[in-house]
């Protein structure tokens, strides 16, 4: 394949930029994107039904992410530098100096939801080409005339840079790629099922790479009594929106809600969803999965449809009839409220949930107390707590985690948001007494390209 | 299994623990073990045939890390704070904080080769404790008195925090253990084959984990011609002291070593061999499994043996006839000298090899072109890179890169070597929005254990 030969080729060149040079590159990326907007959002409304609000908001965030991620690139390197020392216990040691470098070309697969923000120049892209590693995008199926245009505006920006970008288009051809061996790791956003058999394709290679999956995830909210008492209206308008937002289709979704069984808030909820009008889904395929999906939920027992031909589906169930698949992707504007009489009860239940991107609890501050005995649950589930608001929102911030146990993430240990997000495509490796001037800049003496380095 | 319980049960409150209650229990470890050295060593001496002498220094080594990762635990949180912002683009920001906290229970399958630094209180349960999980050790077969004594020793020392430490036996319980859901990540040392077969089980688990495994590595030794010419003496008694060093049983023992066709170096390899007497194995198992590798190489096309009967085994063989088998480790004292007519020739064969976890350059400072050229080569195929010297010793420090692209390790982003090592075992979280007092300490705004925090 073509594309992999190109990225093979440039690899290395492109993983000893200086930090100037890379930043240079992706930020005329991100300025050819702008510059193209109109057009591109044009394009994309048409294949995904987003709507050019939504779109130009998605676009502004892609290309802030491109210029914040080649603004940082300089502080991944991770340098440690350890100075010889013939004392050293237990044995001298000599002048080792460590640092992260670009693992080699990314593969991405890009995600229907997000024909900006997750596709072509999306979020792994940006992340790839800040650590240093060209990048293969699979088109995703959703959107190929905006990825094929969004490819054609990058290609003429990065000039001399262009094989930095390649595209490949169709499932064959996506697992093509990721059996070639020019390939050294891969980013997915997607199904559970879908990750799961391109994972095993990747462990399964002659040399195995690392898979790094962002797939399912339901993001529990947790409504504390209190909370549900005094607020009930205002949290019941904030649900609704955070699981009507973009038509419900966010992996940061809030899909299942925690309320206590007395009081109005999931009445409130209920009421808000019925007035929010139907939107489109990004297509067919989608729509008819939902649907599925909330009509198998529809036929668990005690559960309870209780909104249904709005913007949304809702339904109930009482946290005793609670069982596994309640707590399963439905994606799109799918809302479940677990009614519980006793907050003690719901600890076992969020306990055994699968791992989730998110988790999020409304409590009053005098319910702290509550909050401290949950916080351990939540935090062993999930990758990031929310106290208060709604986990719709994912930053693009040095302390955003967007990741989580297993399903939510292949690796847990890693964010696909966020300018850690660089770190899935870094690789360390040590210098031992090897001279100064000889040395990758980051880890020469004088440091000519100031990064951040730690002695030791 | 109720080692998989005892670890489950105590993982919250051990993840929980101040940088200064978890030191003070890993070097009570440390100490209990140096107290026990005597009895230990001649238990660990009459299993592994290693040596008093070695076994003494090797126990130092292991009670150092244990020291050294507690005394660091505190630096790993990687505590990064985004205060709220009203104004950040492309939308307000909320206040988010993240660090990385314990993934859970951590499997650790014990090396042969280490019966102190890579086994019950080796570098991965180590670097498993300083990131505040409970280990769980599939013991080694090759020396099961030894990690049942150290075991017991461990167990009195932890007194109250024993459930931090278990030990299951054979193979079948290894497996079971890897398969528990209460085991978050696994870390192996040993043979590629072994370490594929438990990364495929890791793989295909309802719920998959890292397995982070260091396997197999030739680390490969490049002489340069001017180098080989000036130092010829020298460099064959360093190499044949670093083939030999512990019998050869090391994985960075380095078994492959390109050198120019003419000149003494290779000749001289062969007399220093011949002066060193043969040592014992491990067990019967490894030293039959040595020979029989040394004889399949024997037969390969274009390999001459040199030096076969003393404390090593050595092969020639010439560039032009090299083939991928040559390349395969066979562990213990075997060395192949592949002799190079012109060094650019031996750049496609580097480039072609597996990965590795060290390379070694031997130049002298007027080849510092040729060496130029190498070093991106190097940098690909392996994670530590040495200029002069010999990869055997490996120094626990902060910049010590113990690992490398597959096979040499499995997860080519760890060391299992070093203060780094801690990152296999740690799991980022973000906390948005939280109340500070009700944050984990790491994350608070009082700082109560001083923990280096970065704020953005």
Known sequence: M??????????????????????????GVADALDAAGP????????????????????????TFQLRRLAAESGLSYDVRIDRADPSW??????????????VGPVLVFAASNFPFAFSVAGGDTASAWAAGCPVVVKAHPGHPELSRRTASVIEEALGSWSAILGLVEGEAAGVEALRHPAIAAAAFTGSVAGGL????IAADRPVPIPFHGELGSVNPVIVLPGAAEANAGELAAGYAGSLTLGNGQFCTNPGLVFAP???????LVAERL?????????????ESGFEAGADRLASVPGVRE??????????????EDFVPEVAEECFGPLGVVVR??????VLPVLSALPGQLTTTVHALPEEAADVEALRPVLADRSGRILWGGWPTGVAVTAAMQHGGPFPATTSPATTSVGTAAVERFLRPVSYQDWPSHLLPEPLRDDNPWGVPQRFS
């Open 2 to 27: 073509k594309e992999m030969a190109k990225a093979a080729e440039i690899a290395g060149e492109w993983a000893s930029t200086s930090p100037e040079t890379r930043a240079g590159v992706i930020t």
């Open 39 to 62: 057009f591109l959002i044009e394009i994309a409304d048409a294949e995904t039904r987003l709507g050019t609000e939504r779109l130009t908001g998605e676009l502004a965030r892609t």
């Open 89 to 102: 216990p237990p044995g001298p040691r000599p002048d080792l100096r460590r640092y992260r470098t670009a």
């Open 197 to 200: 058999a391109l994972a095993r």
């Open 261 to 267: 069984s007395s009081g109005p808030f999931a009445d």
């Open 274 to 286: 019925r007035e929010i009008p139907a939107a489109p889904f990004l297509n067919d395929r989608i």
């Open 306 to 319: 209780v909104v249904r031909g709005a913007g949304a589906r809702l339904f109930e169930i009482d946290l």
């Open 340 to 345: 519980y009489s006793r907050l003690p009860d």
